[in-house]
C-alpha cells in the first residue's frame, strides 16, 4: 500500500538531491578562474537535462530493470513502459514507482557532474556531452545495478552501499583519474597558481551541496522513518567533524586554516558517510569524518607530487572518500542500526570488510577501465581538449561566446 507520509518525505528528498547538481555548479564555479565559469557552471546545468533524457529512456531500465545474470536490467522498462503510480514489485513498497524512479535520477544526474570537476577549464564542450551520455549509459547504469538493483551480483554478495559510496563517489573519482591521465594538463600547470576567482560562490555551493545531501542520505531509507533518521543525523555529524578535520591539518600542515579547506572538507565528510549512513552509528560518524578530512586533505596535497592535474580535486575527495567510506562501513555498520545491514569488523563479522574491499577494487577497476576506452575512442573521433588558444581565451566565450562577469 502507498504511504502518503513516506511519498511525501522521498518526493522531497528528490528535490533536495536535484539542488545538489546547480549547488555543484557554485562549488566549481568559485573554484576556477574568471574567463571560465560559466563553461564549468553551464556543465553541469546540461547534464541535468541530458541525463534525465536519458533516464528516462533507456537509464533507468538498465539500472533497475528486470535482471539479466545479475550484470544489468533489461530493457522492459525503456521509456518507463510499466513505471507508473504502483508501487514497484521489487523496490520500495510503500511509494509509487515513479516516485523511486525519479529519486534515482537525482543521482544518476549528479554523478557525472561530479566528473567534470577533474577536467574543468579544458574538455571541449560538445565532446563532454557525448562522453556523459556514453558514461551514463555504459558505467553509471551496469554500476546502479551491481550494487542496488534487483538480482544485482554485488549486491547478493553482500556489499553494504546505502546511498552511492560505490556507484557515485568512487566510480565519479575513479573515472576522474582516468580523465585526468588521457586529457593533458592546462597551460602553466606547475608553473603558475590556478586561484579560485570567488570562492564566496564556491561556499554557497558547499551550503547547498550541504543541505541536498540530508535527501540524498536520508531519502536513501526511502520513507519517513527511523532509518532515515539516523541517516539524517549521521550525514550532518560526519560533515562538521570532517570539515573541522580538513582544516586543523591545514592549519598544522600549511599555519594557517583556510575557507576552501573548511569546505573541502565538510564535503569530503558528505561522501565519506554517504555508504554508511544507515548502517552506523552517530559516534562512528564522527569518527568516520574526522578521518575523511585528514585522509582527504594528506590525498589533495599528494597531488602536486603525482603530478596530475586533477583540476577541482574529484579523486582526492570523492575518490579517497568514497574509498575510505565504503572501507569504514565495513568496520562499523551494525545492525542494531539496520536490521537489514550487516555487522562490520568491530561489531564481530571481519568478512564485510572482506566484502567492502572487494566492492571497491571492483568498482574502480570496472569505470577507470571504462572511462579510459570511451575517452581514448572520443579523443580519436572528436579530441577532448580544446585548442591551446581557445584555452588561453578561456571557455566561456570560446564554448559559449558569453562571459561571466562585465567590468
Known amino acids: 500500500m ?13 528535490a533536495l538531491v536535484m539542488f545538489m547538481t546547480p549547488g555543484l555548479a557554485l562549488f566549481y564555479g568559485g573554484m576556477v578562474r574568471t574567463k571560465n565559469v560559466l563553461a564549468t557552471i553551464m556543465q553541469s546545468l546540461t547534464i541535468i537535462g541530458l541525463v534525465t533524457v536519458i533516464w528516462v529512456l533507456w537509464g533507468y531500465s538498465l539500472s533497475f530493470g528486470p535482471d539479466v545474470g545479475g550484470v544489468v536490467g533489461n530493457l522492459s522498462w525503456f521509456g518507463l513502459m510499466d513505471v507508473g503510480l504502483s508501487p514497484s514489485p521489487n523496490y520500495a513498497s510503500t511509494i509509487p514507482h515513479q516516485a523511486f524512479m525519479i529519486f534515482q535520477g537525482m543521482f544518476a544526474i549528479i554523478t557525472p557532474a561530479l566528473i567534470t570537476g577533474a577536467f574543468a577549464e579544458r574538455m571541449k564542450f560538445s565532446t563532454l556531452l557525448v562522453f556523459i551520455a556514453l558514461w551514463s549509459t555504459l558505467v553509471y547504469s551496469p554500476l546502479a545495478h551491481w550494487v542496488w538493483g534487483s538480482g544485482g551480483w554485488l549486491a547478493n554478495l553482500g556489499a553494504l552501499d546505502f546511498a552511492g559510496g560505490t556507484v557515485v563517489h568512487i566510480s565519479s573519482g575513479a573515472s576522474a583519474l582516468a580523465a585526468v591521465l588521457i586529457i593533458s594538463k592546462r597551460k602553466g ?14 561556499l554557497t555551493g558547499t551550503a547547498i551541496l550541504w543541505f541536498g545531501w540530508f535527501g540524498f542520505n536520508a531519502g536513501s531509507a526511502l520513507g519517513s522513518n527511523g532509518l532515515a533518521a539516523a541517516a539524517f543525523v549521521n550525514t550532518h555529524v560526519a560533515a562538521a567533524t570532517a570539515s573541522l578535520g580538513w582544516m586543523f591539518a591545514e592549519w598544522i600542515h600549511h599555519g594557517k586554516p583556510t575557507t576552501l579547506g573548511a569546505a573541502s572538507g565538510a564535503v569530503a565528510g558528505l561522501v565519506a558517510i554517504t555508504p554508511a549512513a544507515g548502517f552506523v552509528s552517530p559516534v562512528s560518524a564522527l569518527i568516520i569524518g574526522g578521518l575523511a578530512g585528514v585522509l582527504c586533505y594528506g590525498a589533495v596535497m599528494a597531488k602536486a607530487k603525482l603530478g596530475y592535474d586533477d583540476s577541482l580535486d574529484v579523486v582526492g575527495i570523492h575518490g579517497v572518500g568514497g574509498t575510505w567510506g565504503a572501507l569504514a562501513t565495513g568496520l562499523f555498520a551494525s545492525t542494531v542500526v539496520n536490521a537489514d545491514g550487516a555487522n562490520g569488523l568491530f561489531f564481530g563479522n571481519p568478512g564485510q570488510l572482506w566484502i567492502q574491499f572487494l566492492s571497491v577494487i571492483v568498482t574502480c577497476l570496472f569505470t577507470f577501465t571504462m572511462t579510459l576506452a570511451i575517452l581514448k575512442v572520443l579523443d580519436l573521433i572528436m579530441g577532448l581538449k580544446v585548442s591551446e588558444e581557445e584555452e588561453i581565451r578561456g571557455l566561456d566565450v570560446t564554448q559559449h561566446s ?5 567590468f
Open 189 to 202: 600547470y606547475g608553473k603558475e597558481q590556478f586561484i579560485p576567482h570567488n570562492l564566496p560562490m564556491t
Open 402 to 406: 558569453e562571459a561571466g562577469y562585465s
Open 2 to 14: 502507498i504511504n502518503a507520509g513516506d511519498t511525501a518525505f522521498v518526493l522531497v528528498s528528490s
